[in-house]
């Protein structure tokens, strides 16, 4: 038990912090915002250093990536088959957050500019992927040319070959200085939540509190359910009866550590373990386990819509249209698979969120917040995803009767 407290040491103290916060706003009220620059102090130690954690973190991973040969159809699979679910795992997240509408009891106002210019949808794809000059790569609000910056840049140096080797040691001696860097200032987390979210419930009052409590009771259910059903489908969609019969037999293992570990990477082991009882094939399970854990992360995008819907409701914007849902899933997909695969990517995944929908760096504390009290079943949906989708490769790689290979007793 106490093993299992350790893995989730850090979390609980930010936890703690922010109960403590909201403890010391609901108390002196107002009053609290006395300590509002400890947070806000916070804030900006992490936005100083989000550009070149992004491109060095990015292109370094890029960079370092390996050919393959004979599994590339493999890799081309696994690729679409996390997409897919990514997708799913969104859109099943979208359809509760519209139901329940976590954030609406709040209304903390959103400072809009005065003149607003109109662009075309072309326009917009332009100025979200691409910047004029490479100086404006360096802010915050070009987050996304920033990171297709990195990715051609980690292309590039790969591509170079032994001349490129120097430029990709580089890159990743930067990101292991960057990454230490955020572990340095991440110590002075729990001073910085606990004195933002003072501030903020002394503001705001105990609604917002409720809404977080909202936010977490509609979380967990949809998580357990899209654990439940959108699992058990893909192993349908895999082995008919007896793959749904090998996942259920499997899987709780993998469940169970992944709780305990509140780590995708330290699941790995007893991941491989069950895909072998199931009957993937080695080279299947043995690619999409490591790489799933660090780029698969189902339970991540369903925080993430959690985390926009959220936002919204407590800046009381309005959280319909068709462009909304479809810019939401695709940030959904950025923070699921993209993001989840570099250092620190959570917290991209959450910069993202309010730089593409104009939000104020205000609004980062409060949806972090979320992704601290979620990240138990996101971690269990998260590793388990890997599972299940090496189940629908192997369906896609190796046919419709995978498994009576895999049972079969290998030839003489």
């Known amino acids: 038990m106490l093993e299992k407290l ?14 403590i916060g909201a403890i010391i706003g609901l108390i002196f009220g107002e009053d609290a915002t006395v300590i509002q620059p400890f947070g806000d102090l916070f804030i900006n130690l992490l ?25 590339g159809k493999i890799m081309g699979s696994m690729i679409s088959v996390f997409i897919i679910t990514g997708i799913i795992a969104s859109v099943f997240m ?24 109109e662009q075309t949808l072309s326009d917009q794809l332009v100025n979200t992927f691409t910047v004029p000059d490479f100086v404006e790569l360096f802010s915050r609000d070009n987050m996304m040319a920033l990171i297709v910056m990195s990715i051609l840049i980690g292309v590039a140096t790969g591509l170079s070959g032994e001349k490129g080797r120097p430029f990709g040691r580089l890159l990743t001696s930067a990101s292991d200085v960057f990454m230490k860097l955020i572990k340095l200032i991440m110590y002075y987390a729990p001073i910085g939540l606990g004195a933002y979210f003072a501030s903020l419930v002394g503001e705001f009052g105990t609604a917002l509190i409720g809404d977080y409590a909202k936010a977490v009771i509609v979380y967990y259910p949809v998580a357990v359910l899209y654990f439940a059903i959108g699992f058990t489908l893909y192993a349908f969609l895999a082995g008919g009866r007896k793959g749904v019969s090998r996942f259920w037999k499997n899987i709780l293992g993998p469940a169970a550590t992944s709780l305990g570990t509140g780590s995708s990477v330290a699941t790995i082991p007893v991941n491989l373990q069950a895909a072998e009882r ?44 068709i462009d909304t849902f479809l810019t939401a899933i695709g940030i959904c997909l950025l923070s699921g ?28 504390p409060i949806i972090t917040a979320i992704g601290v009290v979620v990240d138990p079943p996101a971690t269990m949906v998260n590793s388990t995803g890997d599972t299940v989708s090496s189940m629908v490769v192997a369906r896609h790689i190796e046919g419709k009767d995978w498994m009576e290979k895999a049972d079969a007793p290998p030839s003489a």
């Open 94 to 117: 979208l359809v509760a957050v519209v139901i329940f509408e976590p954030g609406s009891d709040v209304d903390i106002p959103l400072n809009a500019p005065e003149e607003v210019e």
């Open 337 to 364: 698979i993209v993001m989840s695969g570099i250092p620190g990517g959570g917290f991209t995944g959450e910069l993202m969120i309010i730089t593409l929908y104009g939000f104020p760096i205000e609004a980062l």
């Open 47 to 71: 936005f100083m250093i989000v550009i070149p954690l992004v491109f060095f973190s990015i292109s370094s991973a890029i960079a370092g990536m390996d050919s393959m040969k004979r599994l």
């Open 278 to 321: 199931i009957g993937v094939p080695k080279d299947i399970r043995e690619t999409i386990m490591p790489l799933g854990a660090t780029i698969h992360m189902d339970g991540s995008c369903l925080s993430a819509m959690l985390k926009i819907a959220f936002i919204f409701g407590v800046f009381n914007q309005d959280f319909t249209g």
């Open 6 to 19: 350790k893995a989730y040491r850090f979390p609980l103290i930010l936890l703690g912090s922010i109960i």
